[in-house]
């Protein structure tokens, strides 16, 4: 039975001495890429850069099990944990999981990344125009355009009620 592996230590970059490399052991350098389009991992070995595809955010962690993964906040909401080798993935947590908010929190590098969460029904959805987290309250609930949810950099980039 597999037990359930726990992440910490998000990081931007990391070294790595000893990683296997076919029948030898290389130093494996994890980076994470920035650009408009998001965040995605990379790693070097002695080849050509191992890349995954971009995601909202994504962070080089430690597992409980010794071992070195990527997770990522997908542009779906949910976080993807990739295993280090870049090849498949560990594990999917979906906002529902009881484990969501304890995981994303490997993203929230500043105040503006902190899941808004509804007590009554758990983490909130990501905008739906920009994919921004940042969603805005009033006492009717989360704020929308045309139906879907919106966050607050885009309501402030002019939209009106």
Same mark, same amino acid.
Request: proline share 4%.
């Given at each position: 039975m597999n037990?359930?592996?726990s992440y910490s230590n998000p990081r931007m970059t990391a070294v790595i001495q000893d990683w296997p490399s076919g029948s030898k052991r290389v130093t494996a350098i994890f980076e994470i890429?920035? @650009?408009?389009?998001?965040? #995605? &991992?990379? #790693?070097?070995? %002695?080849?050509?850069p191992k890349?995954?595809? +971009? &995601?909202?955010k994504a962070r080089i962690v430690d597992g409980s099990d010794g071992r070195t993964y990527i997770a990522e906040l997908t542009l779906y909401g949910h976080i993807s944990i990739m295993k280090g080798d870049m090849k498949y993935q560990h594990e999917t947590i979906h906002e #529902?999981?009881?484990?969501?908010g304890?995981? +994303?929190?490997l +993203? &929230?590098?500043d105040e503006k990344m902190k899941r808004p969460? %509804?007590?009554? $029904?758990?983490?909130?959805? $990501?905008?739906e125009t920009c994919g921004g987290l940042e969603i805005e309250h009033d006492e009717a609930g989360i704020r929308t355009k045309d139906g879907k949810v919106v966050c607050t950099e885009y309501l @402030?980039?002019?939209?009106? %009620?």
């Open positions: 037990e359930t592996v890429e920035q @650009s408009k389009r998001g965040e #995605r &991992a990379v #790693r070097t070995t %002695d080849g050509a890349k995954l595809t +971009f &995601a909202t #529902r999981d009881a484990r969501y304890e995981v +994303f929190e +993203f &929230a590098k969460i %509804d007590e009554d $029904n758990g983490p909130l959805p $990501n905008c @402030s980039e002019g939209y009106e %009620d």
